[in-house]
């Protein structure tokens, strides 16, 4: 894969057996059997986390595409015909960046985070400040399979963007591979299985990859107080354990305080001090990411639900939707 082993472990992409041998996660299965790069995994993957909850567009996942690493690298054929437009030639930039500002505005879209630096005002000079070079080129490859997914003539792309007719189809196909290796790696995720992969060799109406797990993150249930299932995963955890985290639960999003703990759970403790508490949160996250993997993605994600909030008490910072108590 090209990049140190270290890196590879935290990103869990490899293991280490009892001997110290690296061996291959299903995370680093996948992109050698997609072939596509870890950057590009990354890429996605974060992405992903960050749609859970909202639906994604067609244009949203050309975009990704094309501003991944392995779609930068796609390049859109040439030669170019030669009767393209002057304008185009002297103004290309601005012209598809206007293109997809309208597109945006169109679809109503302007609030999804990945549009951001698109739709940032230009300087005095007119340039936008946050896009580079391969960011333009990104944008017109997007337009372009945009286009030709909605079944635009042909014949008119071919003069828009200055190709020669076999062009577009050999474009198409190229990212039908890395929309396939998106929905790969979603669906690795727990996005559902039957969802349409993308980018097909011909043209589709239909790129959407609805944005539901298969299972919710976390599952807690009353009759089952040994355990919790996080992320599918059955994690083992004491009857005290279990009873704090029930409790944080039925107060998820809320700051729960130390003294409100130890009163409902240490209350024939007259000892006991939030030190106790904070133990118990450090072993949910330890146990759980034994159990899904102990990467850098992973810690954020696990901090950030079982939260420590200094000096005021601890909170599960979960939405409705990715938990189920029973």
């Not at 059997?33 to 909850?53: A, G, P, Q, R």
């Not at 340039?127 to 080129?137: A, G, R, V």
């Not at 071919?158 to 790969?184: H, P, T, V």
């Not at 669906?187 to 992969?197: I, L, R």
């Amino acid at each position: 894969m090209g990049i140190n082993p270290k890196k590879l472990l935290e990103y869990g992409l490899i293991t280490q057996d009892k001997i110290g041998r690296s061996l291959l996660t299903p995370a680093g299965t996948l992109l050698i059997t997609k072939d596509i790069e870890v950057e590009t995994y990354l890429y996605f993957k974060n992405w992903l986390y960050s749609k859970m909850e909202e639906e994604i567009s067609n244009l949203e996942i050309i975009l990704i595409l094309t501003l991944s690493n392995n779609g930068k690298g796609i390049n859109i054929p040439y030669p170019q015909i030669k009767d393209i437009r002057e304008k185009e030639i002297k103004d290309w930039k601005k012209y598809f960046h206007n293109k997809i500002l309208k597109l945006i505005i169109d679809k109503k879209e302007e609030g999804k985070r990945l549009y951001q630096n698109i739709l940032k005002p230009p300087t005095p000079n007119g340039k936008n400040e946050c896009l580079k070079e391969e960011d333009y080129l990104a944008i017109k490859k997007t337009l372009l399979l945009y286009d030709w997914i909605n079944n635009k003539e042909i014949k008119s792309i071919q003069q828009e963007y200055g190709l020669q007719a076999n062009s577009i189809q050999r474009l198409g196909k190229s990212f039908s591979w890395l929309a396939d290796s998106l929905a790969a790696v979603a669906e690795s995720m727990g996005w559902a299985k039957d969802n349409p992969k993308g980018l097909e060799k011909t043209k589709t109406r239909n790129l959407q990859l609805a944005p539901r797990n298969l299972q919710p993150l976390l599952q807690i249930a009353h009759h089952r107080p040994d355990r919790i299932i996080f992320q599918s995963k059955e994690i083992k955890v004491t009857a005290r354990g279990f009873s704090l985290l029930y409790l944080l639960a039925q107060h998820k999003g809320e700051v729960v305080s130390y003294d409100n703990i130890l009163d409902e759970l240490w209350k024939d403790d007259e000892d006991a001090i939030y030190t106790r508490i904070i133990q118990h949160i450090y072993k949910f996250r330890r146990d759980i990411l034994d159990a899904i993997g102990n990467n850098k993605t992973n810690k954020e994600k696990v901090k950030n639900i079982f939260k420590v909030v200094s000096g005021r008490g601890v909170m599960l910072n979960i939405n409705d939707n990715k938990l189920k108590i029973n």
